[in-house]
């Protein structure tokens, strides 16, 4: 597939447009139990072992109860030369939000936000909001303002590969003024990266300096992270592709980095889980130990199972609230569980695109399966032939799909053809670009339709021939 392709297949997908923005499922924590003493390195190599990402991890499970333990291993799918040093920073993705979201709990105890505030008080004077205006920090906090992922307007250069390095304010408040909203507010819960890029500037804006030195007077220095930074490429592993070749690393500008700019090592971020869990440096400020406690308080109901607080996810599991957040960059993926109620977490920092949620949730209950490996299998003929047909993406968008001489092929409309190799799981990729496909298969094999997963979403498509 040429560059220009892969760019055009890569903006169907736009409008998930962040890799770390949708929240993948949540694996259940089952009950309550203690987690039966399986070593992190036999869960971590069993999760990842012969991965076709060739992805290293580093993962953490804290116990702060009547035993406290903090335990860390870290492992890799294959023989790697460049395995990543105990030290080394991972792009951390949409797990950045939260760090916005104690951020401005930390300002609102100080009383230099508040939760009812307008959005036309939030972003840059002069900004025509429209219909926009009636949102409130506490809808963007929660993901119910009813801004998209993305603005509507969002044309990144470089594609998915390196989708912000120029992302300017005229992009980030240039289509505020055409939002429309369905209904009242709050909106139903939808995931949007555009709700944080505001969020992060606003709070640079309202303290008068950058966000990332706003963040680290108020938060990471507080907290002894000092190898946590936004932004900064130093030290930063390299990522990879669901595939296993290398991909750039993502550039964020400073102040819109809440949405997913933050880099940070293994033993900072399990300093933020304990400080989650209340335990936090002697001489910490009092607003920031408020702030901490505040962040994790409910402040939405999204369904059932799901309360939002500041930015944090609060699943109801197992008779008590799990915080939890995961992020997903074009290399990387990461994710955090606290268990508030029981004092535990898990971690883990993954340098490949792919998501790794289940490992997190089942170094804290034994009962949680693991997901097998994604390992490079060999094509199954008889299933690659029932999948040959067109497969309509939009209207005017088809992808038709063909196999010839035992290879499975696929071809976009207006685009170069790409060659479907097959995984463990039954699922197809390609390493033109960052892709997956999973086809819908009546009882006799026949596919009848497609997900097409790309750009953190899923586009259905059905047969049409």
């Not at 036309?120 to 303002?145: F, Q």
């Not at 055409?178 to 209904?183: A, E, I, R, T």
Request: hydrophobic residues 45%; charged residues 20%; proline residues 6%.
């Amino acid at each position: 597939m040429s560059a220009g392709g892969a760019r055009r297949l890569n903006a169907v997908a736009k409008r998930c447009a962040w890799a770390a923005s949708a929240l993948l499922a949540l694996a259940p924590v089952a009950n309550a139990q203690t987690p039966t003493r399986v070593s992190l390195e036999e869960l971590a190599h069993t999760r990842i072992d012969g991965d076709r990402s060739a992805v290293c991890v580093q993962i953490a499970r804290i116990e702060l109860g009547a035993m406290p333990e903090v335990a860390t291993a870290d492992e890799c799918a294959t023989q790697r030369a460049d395995r990543p040093r105990a030290n080394a920073r991972f792009e951390v993705g949409s797990i950045s939000k939260t760090f916005v979201g104690v951020l401005i709990a930390e300002m609102i105890e100080r009383g230099e936000m508040k939760l009812d505030e307008p959005l036309e008080a939030l972003v840059p004077k002069g900004t025509a909001v429209g219909a926009a205006r009636a949102i409130t920090l506490t809808d963007l906090l929660t993901h119910t303002s009813g801004l998209p992922p993305l603005p509507p307007g969002f044309a990144p250069s470089a594609g998915l590969a390196n989708p912000y390095f120029d992302v300017t304010a005229a992009i980030i408040y240039g289509d505020l003024s055409k939002v429309v909203l369905p209904g009242p507010l709050p909106q139903p819960y939808a995931y949007s990266n555009w709700a944080f890029m505001i969020l992060s500037d606003a709070a640079a804006r309202r303290a008068g300096k950058p966000f990332d030195q706003l963040l680290r007077e108020r938060v990471l220095s507080p907290l002894a992270m000092n190898d946590t930074v936004v932004a900064r490429n130093d030290r930063l592993v390299a990522g990879h592709t669901s595939f296993g070749a290398p991909t750039p690393n993502w550039d964020v500008p400073v102040n819109f980095a809440g949405a997913g700019g933050i880099r940070s090592t293994l033993a900072d971020m399990v300093l933020f889980a304990r400080a989650m869990l209340g335990d936090v440096p002697k001489g910490v400020p009092a607003s920031l130990k408020r702030a901490l406690v505040a962040s994790r308080t409910k402040l939405r109901t999204a369904n059932d199972t799901l309360d939002l607080g500041f930015a944090w996810h609060l699943l109801k599991r197992g008779g008590g609230d799990l915080l939890s957040h995961h992020g997903m960059t074009g290399g990387f993926s990461s994710s955090l569980v606290i268990d508030v109620n029981r004092r535990r977490a898990s971690i883990v920092l993954a340098d490949a695109f792919g998501g790794f949620d289940d490992l997190a949730f089942r170094l804290l209950d034994p009962q949680v399966a693991l997901a097998p490996p994604r390992r490079v299998a060999a094509l199954d003929l008889p299933a690659a032939d029932q999948a040959v047909g067109s497969y309509q993406l939009r209207p005017g968008f088809v992808l038709t799909v063909s196999f010839e001489n035992d290879h499975l092929y696929a071809q976009a409309t207006g685009q170069d053809r790409f060659e479907l190799l097959q995984d463990s799981r039954g699922d197809y990729y390609t390493t033109a670009t960052e892709l997956q496909v999973r086809f819908v298969r009546d009882a006799g094999g026949r596919a009848t339709g497609l997900a097409l997963f790309q750009g953190g979403g899923a586009i259905q498509a059905s047969r049409i021939e």
